[in-house]
């Protein structure tokens, strides 16, 4: 579905000052994939946090401004909204993205991100994108990281649950169904 969105002049380079700039006119940079990795897996885990929350509010303002605004994107559907988000991880480079629903969950899936072994981070940054998007405080759970990233979009209440049960052991799929009051 990401494939319908119209992303020309998302990136613009002006090679005789040597920038790139983003469509909101932000400069932008490209750094190959390892040093970002790189980058990310050195640094301690509350500057991963912030960083990958700061990437995805970038991202969000973008989807944001693609649906027409935070209440156009709440109104147009998941589906609508996914679209955008997936767009705009597209065109940053961070892989593809679909939603699986696991009956009221909203599970987040991200493929082929050249960030392997990022799933905490990329988990920032879908969290950040799309609490920007929407202006409503949200979480993302790393839930499984298995050549896709699986991340539950929640509550924070209940991220903290998930995120305990799966310390504890509990597959993601025992957690999905806890959640919505099927499991113990």
Do not use: N
């Not at 027409?68 to 609508?80: K, M, N, P, T, V």
């Not at 929640?154 to 799929?173: C, D, K, M, N």
Request: charged residues 20%; hydrophobic residues 45%.
């Amino acid at each position: 579905m990401a494939s319908t969105v119209d992303v020309s002049g998302s990136v613009r380079f002006d090679l005789p000052s040597g920038t790139v700039r983003l469509a909101d006119d932000e400069k932008g940079l490209l750094v190959p994939a390892a040093v970002l990795s790189a980058l990310v897996a050195s640094a301690p885990a509350d500057a991963r946090a912030r960083i990958g929350r700061d990437l995805g509010a970038h991202l969000g303002r973008g989807v944001a401004r693609r649906a027409g605004s935070a209440r156009s994107l709440l109104e147009g559907g998941i589906e609508d909204a996914l679209s955008l988000l997936a767009a705009e991880l597209a065109v940053a480079g961070l892989g593809s993205c679909h939603l699986e629903r696991w009956g009221k969950a909203m599970v987040v899936c991200v493929a082929d991100s050249p960030l392997a072994g990022a799933a905490e981070f990329l988990a920032h940054v879908v969290e950040g994108a799309l609490a920007t998007a929407t202006g409503r405080p949200l979480a993302c759970t790393r839930l499984a990281e298995d050549g896709v990233v699986r991340l539950l979009v929640s509550s924070e209440g209940t991220a903290s649950r998930v995120r305990q049960w799966l310390s504890q052991g509990t597959s993601y799929g025992e957690a999905l169904v806890r959640i919505q009051g099927g499991g113990s």
